[in-house]
């Protein structure tokens, strides 16, 4: 998984303020996804990116959060006025290719997120 | 329904054994995507091995193999020789098709190897 950046590692936020999450993909990978753990429990998808497009967001809430990956620097999950709920590690990950049952996705260390 | 399963939270297994960790699926796509992940304390996810649906033999790399049992839907992981460093969370998960964006992932199973 060597590649795939994402920073900060840990981030602390109050309620009510913003939280901006980044990851630069692997070398050569167009494609970006983000998944959020909460504790105890496995990866669930957020958000699927290419290069200026949102491809799949159906593991989005509705409100307050938002994912970009423009063309030129990292993608970015974005959190609006944070809430204790929102506290959980957010992985981002990256793919050669967005077909294919092969593909393999690629993570970042994550980003542990704590709202006080 | 759950996409993956793993019923064991905790597993156990003493330095140069060999472990199973189970995993089942539920999909009903002909074509689909089977990976194992594993977490160390640190955090990172780390890819381990892929299996494909089509594929006739079962994956193998370097300690691991994936034992695929395509009729009962199960994926199972297998760690020969275990080392100290494969003490873990280890995670099962798949995509689904040839267009699916995401993964889905299990509960994940947390493996102790004891000295």
């Known amino acids: 998984n060597a590649g795939v950046m994402q920073n900060p590692r840990h981030l602390v936020r109050r309620r009510g303020q913003e939280a901006r999450l980044r990851c630069s993909p692997m070398?050569?990978?167009?494609?970006v996804y983000w998944y959020r753990q909460l504790p105890e429990e496995g990866l669930k998808f957020m958000v699927y990116l290419q290069k200026e497009n949102i491809i799949d967001e159906s593991g989005m809430p509705k409100e307050r959060f938002s994912a970009e990956f423009p063309k030129e620097g990292p993608s970015i999950l974005r959190i609006q006025q944070v809430v204790r709920g929102d506290s959980a590690a957010y992985f981002c990950a990256s793919s050669r290719w967005g077909s294919l049952a092969k593909n393999i996705q690629y993570f970042g260390a994550g980003t542990r997120l704590s709202v006080l | 329904a759950q996409k993956i399963t793993q019923t064991q939270p905790g597993m156990f297994v003493q330095e140069k054994e060999a472990v199973t960790l189970d995993c089942t699926y539920d999909?009903?796509?002909?074509?689909?995507?089977l990976f194992w992940y594993k977490q160390p304390s640190s955090g990172e996810m780390i890819f381990l091995i892929y299996?494909?649906?089509?594929?006739?033999q079962n994956a193998t790399e370097g300690r691991y193999s994936l034992n695929f049992q395509k009729a009962r839907k199960s994926a199972n992981l297998v760690i020969s020789a275990s080392q100290l460093g494969d003490s873990a969370m280890y995670f099962c998960a798949m995509r689904e098709g040839d267009t699916g964006n995401q993964f889905y992932f299990g509960t994940g199973t947390s493996l102790t190897v004891i000295p």
């Open positions: 299996q494909g649906s089509y594929d006739e």
């Open positions: 070398k050569g990978h167009s494609h």
């Open positions: 999909t009903s796509d002909q074509s689909y995507g």
